[in-house]
DNA sequence: GTAACACCTGAACCTGACTTTATGTCAAGG
DNA sequence: CCTTGACATAAAGTCAGGTTCAGGTGTTAC
């Protein structure tokens, strides 16, 4: 049994974060003792997967749904499943855009760099969009696919 | 020269963003004509380096940094490099986040997916967390790691 | 027994990036 | 001439995800 300053420090998650999920109804079966909370293994297991949902991108009310399925009991394995599949999709998409955000980001890089040696951006923008260095073509194709 | 409204169709953004932008200084040289702003290929070019800086994370402000130093000239290409260098660092350390996300998110797929056949989760909960199949095995420690 | 401290509540406030609303200007078409 | 449609403005509203605050309670330490 952890009171709700022991769980922020274990989670370096700040006091209130912990009551705001409280009252979104994140912790189903939290207890209490004369009003103060008694967070248990149970809440700290309910954390984590809070923390990965909300990394994948869940806002609050759907992880309040899915805390609500695991009430459920195995009926409602397909809905979780679900729902991490579609997260799952969410994130591999996700993931192929920040591949070419980055990409542009290194060509960004690299065309400062050559700006700073040159002084102007003269002979760069003769170079472009066609005529870069063989690996920096690469970036620059690939954040424009 | 473009219309507001022809931009707007160009990027898929709707006017109200376009002219929260304006507003916000992202489009300092801007013209106008009689009090309707004409958007020429410099405005074109600036919004899609706004659609990436967007994309990688930053705000704003900062955008609007970026757009002055432009203005400034060659001085600034260190800022300017520095500004992008900065994104890819946190960009990198944000898709290394997500990979260990996106592990999870697998490993959970083929928890529930198991869950499903077996009707319960009394077998899942004897293997966790070290006697899983060997390749889920890897998403589950990557995911923690 | 009283001070210090962690806890409680509910409500108001905050930030960023828009979006909506209310109101107004202006040129072209029926 | 008047309506329609695209443009303009300022100000307020929205949303997620908290944070802060005022005012009160409970337990522990001396």
């Known amino acids: 049994m952890y009171t709700i300053g022991q769980v922020a420090e274990l989670f370096h998650l700040p006091i209130s974060t912990l009551r705001y999920y409280d009252k979104e109804g994140l912790f189903p079966c939290l207890e209490r003792q004369s009003g103060i909370r008694k967070f248990s293994e149970r809440e700290l297991e309910a954390l984590r997967v809070i923390e990965c949902l909300k990394r994948s991108g869940l806002e609050i009310k759907d992880i309040k749904q899915f805390m609500a399925w695991c009430l459920e009991g195995p009926s409602t394995y397909p809905d979780r499943k679900a ?51 063989p690996e920096i073509q690469t970036l620059y194709d690939n954040a424009h696919a």
């Open 83 to 133: 729902m991490f599949e579609a997260r799952k999709q969410a994130l591999e998409e996700e993931l192929q855009q920040m591949q070419k955000t980055l990409d542009m980001l290194r060509f960004k890089c690299w065309y400062y760099e050559t700006a700073m040696q040159d002084g102007n951006e003269d002979r760069l923008n003769a170079m472009l969009p066609d005529h870069l260095p």
